[in-house]
């Protein structure tokens, strides 16, 4: 199994940024894929960013423009830059892995991998 931690979350104001941080305990040695996915007010997980072993990122449309997905693969890091934020991105913010995965996708029902969430609450 493969544990996944978040960090780098915290209060900011409203057009701040924040970087969120993502590290698994050990490299995958297959194709995968990962995201981060925000849990929101009316209790759903949204996927928001997601780079598959494609390397070809694909973001929310509310996100888009202000978030970078990127991955450090000799530190086995995945971060979320979160730039301009706004009131409404504060959320508990979740890493996701799923191994055998070739493109980012934000089918959350198929990451078996999951971190325990870092909050972002961003204050107008």
């Known amino acids: 199994q493969i544990r996944l931690v978040e960090s780098g979350g915290g209060s900011v104001q409203a057009g701040g940024s924040l970087r969120l941080s993502c590290v698994r305990s050990?490299?995958?040695?297959?194709?995968?894929?990962t995201a981060w996915f925000r849990h929101t007010q009316n209790n759903e997980r949204e996927g928001i960013a997601s780079?598959?072993?494609?390397?070809?990122?694909i973001y929310a449309d509310s996100v888009k423009g202000r978030f970078t997905i990127s991955e450090d693969v000799a530190k086995s890091t995945v971060y979320l830059q979160m730039d301009d934020l706004k009131p409404e991105d504060s959320a508990m913010y979740y890493c996701?892995?799923?191994?055998?995965?070739?493109?980012?996708?934000?089918?959350?029902?198929?990451?078996?991998?999951w971190g325990q969430g870092t909050q972002v609450t961003v204050s107008a």
């Open positions: 996701a892995a799923q191994m055998y995965c070739q493109s980012g996708h934000f089918r959350r029902e198929e990451y078996t991998e």
């Open positions: 050990r490299s995958f040695f297959t194709t995968y894929c």
């Open positions: 780079v598959g072993d494609d390397g070809v990122p």
